[in-house]
């Protein structure tokens, strides 16, 4: 399988179906105190990821699995083309974990979502860019002007493409986003039908490698780019020892990656069909290592959630450390 099978609009579509019907010592912050109740009430937590990422290593080395053995908990699985219909499935209860970029959050939240923040990777400013065709005579970001960009609604391009035109004075009227997922993105790249598409990792990489694309920038100086972990706010009060446990793996995940970034690359190459040059250099643009929401964190993600409010891209505004799990203190 190669990626551009990987990224036809029919797969997105069956994917998305298939699964909504599938169904660290850092200090918290936030308003929603976790409950304590015993683990031992449930048999399975459903967890969703994208095609890259640390959930990726960390449902292939079964460290959750083997974590959870012990309280007879079995995970499952649930991959989606993006944030977006993830954090929809965390909403209609078909999740109970989840991960995303920055933008998916403010836009569930701003939908009265029943989400929480639990936990965060470390920034990484070159897991996404703003992608040219190879034969594109655009040098400068401030000749995006009038230009038709791909990116995908809510999602954490969609906050880096807000970021980059007010950085060059563009206004967000001033051009014309043509709002597609990753597969649909692609092919509209590829066939002349856009100017741009921002987009992140492997996709980019991808499109490097594949089609000549260049990339124009990417998100250093526009946001710190994190990526977020976020469960069902029933799911968490309920079953506060579990996100613990789950985060604690997601983190032992990350120690591995970072030791083996080669490896990894090659294990996402082989999981998700890639070619092992471009799913090597995906994983070497991001940066791995989870931790509990900070203030610093918190008001990071409060510039996304303004931003959008102030484009009326989001229909109220948003206070981010309204939605903010606070683990348990220990025993």
């Known amino acids: 399988m190669n990626i551009a099978n990987l990224l036809r609009p029919a797969a997105l579509t069956l994917s998305i179906t298939l699964a909504l019907t599938a169904c660290a010592d850092n200090n918290s912050v936030g308003k929603t105190t976790a409950a304590t109740k015993p683990n031992n009430a449930l048999s399975e937590i459903r967890i969703g990821h994208q095609k890259s990422g640390s ?72 897991s996404e860019g703003l992608l040219l065709p190879k034969n594109s005579t655009i040098t400068d970001p401030k000749q995006l002007k009038g230009k038709r960009i791909a990116v995908t609604k809510g999602s954490s391009a969609h906050y880096t493409l807000v970021q980059a035109l007010k950085k060059y004075g563009i206004a967000y009227s001033d051009i014309q986003p043509i709002y597609l997922q990753p597969s649909d993105a692609r092919a509209a790249f590829e066939q ?71 490896g990894f690359g090659k294990i996402t190459a082989k999981l998700i069909g890639l070619p092992e040059d471009i799913a090597i250099e995906g994983v070497k643009r991001r940066e791995y290592g989870a931790s509990y929401i900070t203030p610093a964190v918190v008001a990071e993600q409060q510039k996304v959630a303004d931003a959008f409010y102030e484009l009326k891209l989001i229909p109220k505004h948003v206070q981010v450390q309204d939605i903010v799990w606070q683990a348990p203190p220990k025993k």
């Not at 499109?207 to 260049?214: H, I, M, S, T, V």
């Not at 780019?225 to 976020?230: C, G, Q, V």
Request: charged fraction near 20%; hydrophobic fraction near 45%.
């Open 55 to 126: 959930l990726v290593f960390l449902k292939d080395q079964k460290f959750l699995e083997q974590a959870l053995a012990p309280q007879k908990i079995s995970v499952k699985w649930v991959e989606f083309p993006s944030g977006p219909p993830m954090l929809e499935a965390l909403n209609t209860g078909n999740l109970d974990f989840a991960t995303t970029g920055e933008a998916p959050p403010v836009f569930a939240q701003a939908a009265s979502s029943g989400l929480v923040y639990v936990a965060h990777e470390t920034a990484s400013p070159n």
């Open 192 to 262: 002349g039908n856009v100017d741009a598409w921002v987009v992140w990792e492997p996709y980019r990489a991808a499109a490097e490698k594949q089609l000549g694309a260049r990339t124009l920038f990417n998100t250093e100086g526009l946001k710190p780019s994190y990526s977020f972990y976020l469960a069902r706010k029933e799911f968490a009060a309920e079953h506060p020892e579990l996100i613990q446990t789950v985060v604690a793996q997601v983190n032992r995940a990350d120690e591995a990656i970072k030791a083996d970034l080669d």
